[in-house]
C-alpha cells in the first residue's frame, strides 16, 4: 500500500485497521510495523499511533547518495566475481533494451525499465555479497516509495540511461573494478540530480 502510493505522506495508519483489512491477528500486523519503522517507511508517535514518513529533498538525497555508493561497491564486486553467464546474460539484456530504445515506441517504455531493472538486479547479484544485498533491498524499497509516493517524476533520458549501463557492462566485461564503482555511482547520482531538480 505504501509502495503504490495508497498512503500519503504524515497519513495516519493503524495496525487494528491493517488486521482487519488483511483478516489476520494482530501479531504479524505489529510485526509488520515494526520492520516498515525500522525501514524508515513510517514513524510512530508514543499513544498516538503510526504514520507514513514524509520524504523531504534532503532525505532523499541522503538516501540517493548511500545507494549510489553501495551500489558501487555492488558493481565492484561484480567485476572481480561474475561470471561470463551473468555478462553474457547482461550484454543480451542491454542488447534488447538498446533496440527497444531505437524503436522509439511508447509502448515499449515499460519494456525498457523492465530490462534497466533486472540488468541491475543481474549486477548486484553477481555481486556475491549477501549482507550488501541487504542493505539495497532496504534501500530500493524506500527508494521506490519515495518515486512512488511523493513525485510524479519525469523520464530520464532513455539514451543516455543506456550508454551509461554499456559503460557500468565494459567495466564489468573488463574486469576493471575501479571503473565499474565509479561508473555505477556516477550513473545513480546522475539520474538522482536529473529527478532531483524537476
Known sequence: MIL?????????????????????STTPVKEAFRILQSEGLIYAIPRKGSYISPMSRENMEQITFIRSSLEGVAAYYAALKATDDEIA???????????????????????????????HQILRSASRNSYLLGLLENLRSIDKSIRTVNLNLPQVAPEQDHAEHLAILNALSTRNAALAEQAMISHIRRVAVFVLEK
Open 4 to 24: 503504490r502510493g495508497e498512503l500519503k505522506s504524515d497519513q495516519a495508519i493503524s495496525e487494528r485497521y491493517i488486521s482487519q483489512m488483511l483478516n489476520v
Open 89 to 119: 546474460c547482461m550484454t543480451a539484456i542491454l542488447d534488447k533494451v538498446g533496440r527497444l530504445i531505437a524503436g522509439n515506441r511508447p509502448e515499449d517504455r515499460e519494456r525498457v525499465s523492465e530490462g534497466n531493472t533486472e540488468f
